[in-house]
C-alpha cells in the first residue's frame, strides 16, 4: 500500500528506541494502518467496541491503584498490578503525552494476562490501534475478547 507523509511519520515514532525501548510495532512487519485494518475487523467479529474495552482497562487501572504496586483481585476476577515509572510518553500521533506506567492484568477465569498502559488505552480509544504483533503492550482483540 502507498503510505501518506504523516502515515510514514507514525510509523517511525513506534520503531524501537523512539517512545519506547521496544517500540510499538514487535516484530510486525505490516503497515500500521494495515494492523489498524486487521484489528477493528476482528473487533467487529467478535462484537466488540473501541470504548467499551477502554472503559474496562480504565476502571481495572483505577481499581488496581488501590492495591499501592501489589497484586489486589478487582470484581472477584482480575488480578490486578500496577507499576508507575517516572515520566510520559507521547503518543505517536503526536497529539498528547501519556503517564509512564504498566498494568498488568490477569483474568483468573479464562487465565489470560495483558499488560498496558495509559498511552495504550489512549491508542486503542483514540486511534483504534492495538500495537503490533509480539509488542509487550499489544492488545489483542481475541485476548481482549476472552476477558471481557
Ligand atoms: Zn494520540
Request: hydrophobic share 35%; proline share 5%.
Amino acid at each position: 500500500m502507498k503510505y501518506t507523509q504523516i502515515e510514514r511519520a507514525v510509523q517511525e515514532r513506534m520503531r524501537p528506541g523512539h517512545i519506547t525501548a521496544l517500540g510499538l510495532l514487535g516484530d510486525d512487519q505490516r503497515p500500521v494502518a494495515d494492523i489498524m485494518q486487521a484489528d477493528s475487523e476482528a473487533f467487529s467479529r467478535l462484537g466488540m467496541d473501541f470504548d467499551q474495552v477502554a472503559d474496562l482497562l480504565e476502571h481495572l487501572r483505577s481499581a488496581g491503584q488501590d492495591g499501592l504496586g501489589e497484586p489486589i483481585t478487582v470484581d472477584n476476577r482480575y488480578l490486578v498490578s500496577t507499576g508507575d515509572a517516572r515520566g510520559v510518553l507521547p503518543c505517536p500521533w503526536n497529539d498528547g503525552v501519556h503517564h509512564k506506567n504498566a498494568i498488568t492484568v490477569q483474568d483468573q477465569r479464562s487465565g489470560r494476562t495483558i499488560i498496558y498502559s495509559d498511552l495504550s488505552i489512549h491508542l486503542l480509544r483514540v486511534h483504534h490501534f492495538c500495537q503490533g504483533k509480539g509488542s509487550p503492550f499489544r492488545l489483542d482483540p481475541d485476548t481482549l475478547a476472552a476477558i471481557l
